[in-house]
DNA sequence: GTAGGGTTAG
């Protein structure tokens, strides 16, 4: 032994002897009774030099600061253990390695270990082992993990119950099922069966697998049928499972087998009415509970809780937090946790003002959950403000709150101080590697989300269907194809792709990319579709040209009892504007009024939106001027309402008006304003307008906003204006600008002009039959006939056709579409004749009929 | 018993 250390434990020895009783037995007393905090008080309080802290005392100080995350605390600890040379006892080494495990840092449990190993008296036994390989796989370093289990056995050392549940427990969590049959093997053959606690480990391992019904068998083969942990096991392996109905169903049958219920028995049964949201049965269970006197059980109180703010119902779980007098830290948190799940972020921030100026002790829970909440309310001040509580409570290298801050910081739009966390960051689980790739993914940093994806991989740290979802949308935000299909392919081979986030960010990235049929087969693969998963596939239709298709997918929904919320309103609307059915953008409204579905920023505009596009001026109105807020996408929609209904003045007006409210229009509101100014004939305007965006708004013009200005010039007939316009563009004019020239040429005649157009647009697509149209119009207008025909005859010789122009009408609950030149529908004579009156009427009115044809 | 990262919208 080391001169020093001989010395140290001399002293120890020494002063065990002079350890005074009172101060160490208030110490346990005050941790027993969970007064963490005050604990660790009386023992920084107690003078170094009196010692009086016994051996015994430092496992239940460890166990103190880890479930305070008090790292602190925790170092102080270790250095007086060191000073005694008491960090070889297995005891205290292990209780050492839980709390640095616990506290977040793995690297420091690992030292301790290895300390441990390297001193000649004292190898590490199986209690040391044991939390070294449960801290190895709680970081997610299973193939370490697993190892340093091979290893331990290589060095002599037998597995016992513990580290077999422990390895248990990491088949649960990677669903590794055959290796959890192989260690029910090893169980069978080292004569382990028979061990209530392995029993019910295995039946845990066999529901994490997805085996319910394999857990189900070993339960129903369980020789102790009162053994109460083996029925809460498998009424939690239920749910798991998505089996909430089997759990209650199982919880009923506990409640009448002769076991008696413990704690656990409840926690379970409302956690499965949680899942089901079946709050008639939780409210049951809450009898039960008086009836069978634990009202007043902690454990109980908090899934309670939890159970009424997960059915949505956070003032029945305020009533429970109210109802209890000695509210521990796991109860307000729970409060905290069900405020932020039902969108009361504020009052969660509220109760943990209370909880610091009542000083009531405050945990990691407390501040990973309020993190979380100012995430969502984007309260960067507040965020701030909890990022020096961690500090003053030293409780920065916990894993969770570092993520926590992370997405804090990130969510509040501020990268510098995300990234100043991430680089402090030492050790990392798999909820932490999500947080940073979700962080980059939202910051548009697709590629470096990918890169840390691929890091996190390699080592070993598994992804998960959190980490999956963000990786798709990483693949999604770099607009390639393959590596979508090679993301797809990933998720598969994890088993991840049926989880409905991974499906839903699926159908999302198949549909943005125009893949509709492979965003239909992941979708129709789901075998859990929630309303999300709904919205994404209607949202696919609608992005993919296929209106009709999202618009019928609405009764699916009803049909398989969802209500539509207001994601589904707005992009259902979307749907309806492209084809103009105002029939059934009426019925939307009308059911978004009748089921009081709030009515968001988004849905208002997406009914001003479809109302204008479906020639509703009037309601548009009507909405936009009484919402109560306004964004840039509310001004752009209204204003290019009036523009499109041919009330120039008014956008004009309104763009005015916007300006007043301090928006800032974007390249949107000029296009908006510009296209008006075409469609009313005010030139100058528009002109005035397209130099304004750029010199006054720094909004540079796009390809769109050029075709306008070539437009607004060739309706005004100055084709030559528009000709010059054209060759003096900063970047090169694409098709819809030469098509509005070619328009304008046709509509006044202009045959020179026309022809050098068309030249210059079939030299850039030749291959492109609807670019010959115009021309073809244009012949027929001036009467070139053979020209025309000419025409007509080199395109179907290459073999060209124009995918053919169509219109619709939403009569009775119908959408009828006709396509130019189709004559097969029954009542085309009719149509017709209706067709050759109006155009008889508009002439004797002196109306032009320019655009309608009839054939 | 309570926590931290993720999906749909113009």
Redesign the pocket.
């Known amino acids: 032994m080391h001169f020093n250390q001989f010395i140290s434990r001399k002293f120890y020895s020494l002063r065990q002897t002079e350890v005074s009783p009172s101060i160490n037995s208030k110490i346990k007393a005050l941790v027993q009774q969970g007064k963490y905090s005050q604990a660790l008080e009386l023992h920084s309080k107690t003078p170094h030099s009196a010692l009086t802290t016994a051996k015994f005392t430092f496992p239940s100080l460890l166990k103190t600061c880890a479930s305070l995350s008090n790292l602190y605390h925790g170092r102080t600890i270790h250095a007086s253990i060191v000073t005694m040379g008491l960090q070889s006892d297995p005891y205290i080494a292990t209780s050492l390695i839980n709390m640095y495990v616990k506290c977040g840092l793995l690297g420091s449990a690992l030292q301790v270990f290895d300390k441990m190993s390297e001193s000649r008296d004292s190898a590490p036994d199986i209690t040391v082992w044991n939390p070294v390989i449960d801290g190895y796989f709680k970081y997610g370093h299973f193939e370490e993990g697993l190892a340093q289990f091979c290893r331990m056995q290589e060095l002599g050392i037998r597995p016992d119950g513990y580290s077999l549940s422990i390895v248990l427990g990491i088949c649960n969590r990677l669903s590794w099922y055959m290796a959890g049959r192989q260690i029910h093997g090893y169980i069978i053959r080292n004569m382990f069966e028979g061990d209530p606690y392995l029993e019910t480990a295995l039946i845990g391992m066999y529901s994490s697998c997805s085996r319910p019904m394999e857990a189900w068998s070993l339960f129903g083969k369980l020789e102790n049928r009162s053994n109460i942990v083996a029925w809460n096991v498998m009424i939690g392996g239920f749910v798991e499972n998505g089996m909430w109905e089997k759990s209650l169903e199982l919880y009923s049958l506990a409640k009448n087998e002769n076991c008696k219920l413990v704690s656990?028995s409840f926690?379970g049964a409302f956690?499965a009415c949680s899942h089901g949201e079946v709050l008639d049965f939780g409210r049951q269970v809450h009898c039960d509970v008086i009836k069978m006197n634990f009202q007043d059980d902690?454990?109980v109180?908090?899934?309670l809780l939890?159970m009424y703010a997960k059915s949505g119902s956070v003032e029945d779980a305020k009533k429970v937090f109210d109802q209890v007098l000695d509210k521990?830290?796991?109860?307000r948190?729970?409060m905290i946790?069900a405020f932020?799940g039902n969108g009361r972020a504020y009052d969660a921030l509220g109760l943990y003002n209370k909880m610091k100026a009542g000083e009531t002790p405050v945990?990691?829970?407390t501040i990973?959950?309020l993190?979380?909440g100012c995430?969502v309310v984007g309260s960067y001040d507040f965020g701030r403000t909890v990022h020096a509580e961690v500090i003053k409570r030293s409780m920065q290298s916990?894993?969770?709150?570092?993520?926590?801050l992370l997405?804090m910081y990130y969510k509040c739009g501020s990268t510098e101080d995300a990234d100043s966390v991430f680089y402090t960051m030492k050790e990392r689980?798999?909820?932490?590697?999500?947080?940073m790739i979700?962080g980059f993914c939202?910051n548009r940093r697709f590629k470096d989300a990918l890169d840390l994806f691929r890091a996190m991989e390699k080592e070993g740290v598994k992804a998960?269907?959190?980490?999956m979802?963000?990786v798709i949308?990483a693949g999604l935000g770099l607009e390639n194809v393959e590596l979508g299909h090679l993301i797809h392919g990933f998720a598969i081979k994890r088993g991840l792709e049926s989880?409905?986030?991974?499906a839903?960010?699926l159908v999302?990235m198949y549909s943005k990319f125009g893949f509709a049929e492979s965003a239909e087969m992941v979708f129709s693969s789901m075998p859990n579709k929630?309303?999300?998963?709904w919205?994404?596939m209607i949202?696919c239709y609608?992005?993919n040209g296929l209106p009709e298709m999202s618009i019928n997918l609405l009764p699916q929904i009803l049909q398989h009892g969802f209500y539509l919320d207001?994601?589904s309103i707005?992009?259902v609307l979307?749907a309806v504007s492209s084809v103009a059915a105002l029939l059934k953008g009426k019925t939307l409204h009308a059911y978004q009024i009748r089921l009081q579905i709030p009515s968001?920023?988004?849905?208002e505009?997406?009914l001003i939106?479809m109302y204008v596009k479906c020639g509703c001026l009037k309601y548009a109105q009507l909405i936009f001027e009484n919402m109560p807020r306004r964004?840039l996408?509310?001004w752009n929609s209204m204003i290019a309402g009036y523009g499109s209904h041919g009330n120039c003045e008014e956008a004009v007006r309104l763009f005015k008006e916007m300006k007043r409210s301090e928006t800032a229009p974007d390249e949107v509101t000029f296009l908006a304003l510009i296209t008006s100014c075409s469609h009313s004939g005010m030139v100058e305007e528009g002109l005035n307008l397209f130099q304004l965006m750029r010199i006054e708004y720094g909004v540079e013009p796009r390809m769109e906003h050029y075709a306008s200005v070539v437009d607004l010039l060739g309706r005004a007939g100055r084709l030559d204006d528009a000709y010059s316009f054209i060759r003096g563009m900063p970047i090169d004019a694409d098709r819809s600008v030469w098509l509005c020239l070619l328009f304008a040429c046709r509509a006044h005649r202009n045959m020179e002009l026309g022809e050098l157009v068309a030249d210059n647009l079939l030299k850039m697509e030749p291959a492109r039959g609807s670019n010959y149209v115009p021309l073809l119009n244009l012949y027929g207008e001036v009467e070139m006939w053979d020209r025309a025909a000419n025409l007509r005859a080199s395109m179907k010789g290459r073999g060209l056709k124009k995918s053919p122009g169509c219109s619709w009408i939403e009569v009775k609950n119908r959408v009828d579409v006709f396509f130019s030149g189709d004559s097969s529908s029954t009542r085309r004579i009719e149509i017709y004749k209706t067709l050759s009156s109006l155009k008889s009427n508009m002439e004797g009115k002196g109306c032009s009929y320019e655009g309608i044809e009839v054939c």
């Not at 521990?328 to 109860?331: D, G, K, S, T």
């Not at 916990?398 to 926590?404: E, F, K, L, M």
């Not at 689980?429 to 947080?435: K, Q």
């Not at 929630?530 to 998963?533: D, E, I, R, S």
């Open positions: 656990a926690t956690t902690p454990y109180c908090t899934s939890t521990e830290v796991e109860l948190n729970a946790s932020i945990d990691s829970f990973s959950s993190l979380s995430s916990n894993v969770a709150i570092q993520s926590a997405t689980d798999v909820v932490a590697w999500g947080s979700a939202q998960d269907s959190d980490v979802t963000s949308s989880d409905v986030f991974v839903c960010s999302d929630n309303l999300v998963a919205n994404s949202s609608s992005w207001s994601v707005t992009t979307v968001d920023l988004q849905v505009n997406a939106d964004n996408v509310t």
